[in-house]
């Protein structure tokens, strides 16, 4: 998939956030590179695997009342780790949506565990209807 298409996916995932989570997004910046570089995975502790997306900044529960003046958070997307996941384009889209969500659960507060129990609940949920 060539980038604008790509980019547009990662769009259209942010304008089908709830409103009342994306008004709470502020000072934050989506970006979207080829890859994780070996200098990230071995940071992040990943020896084997990779990384779908990763996001750079202090959840908003960690703020305190002296923040402020900073540079935004940055969330990235990883577009060739999704591509090689994804076994259709339509998979590519849903799985561009659920990273775009998993890092802005990050952003929002929630640590990996957290995130991946409201993930499988979600899966549970759907399989049953």
């Known amino acids: 998939m060539d980038r604008i298409s790509f980019e547009k996916l990662v769009s259209r995932a942010l304008r089908r956030l709830p409103r009342e989570f994306a ?17 990230t995975l ?13 996001y750079h900044g202090v ?6 009342w002296g923040y402020g003046n900073v540079l935004p958070d940055r969330i990235v997307i990883y577009q060739r780790p999704i ?7 339509e998979d590519i889209e849903k799985t561009v949506a659920e990273v775009v969500i998993h890092e802005l659960g990050h952003y929002f507060g929630f640590d990996d565990d957290d995130l991946y129990r409201i993930e499988a609940n979600k899966r549970r949920k759907k399989r049953r209807t």
């Open 42 to 54: 071995r940071e992040m502790g990943i020896n084997s695997g990779t990384l779908l997306g990763q």
């Open 83 to 89: 591509e090689e996941s994804a076994s259709s384009p």
């Open 23 to 39: 008004a709470k997004l502020e000072n934050i910046s989506v970006q979207i590179e080829d890859a994780p570089s070996q200098e």
């Open 59 to 64: 959840p908003l529960t960690e703020r305190g």
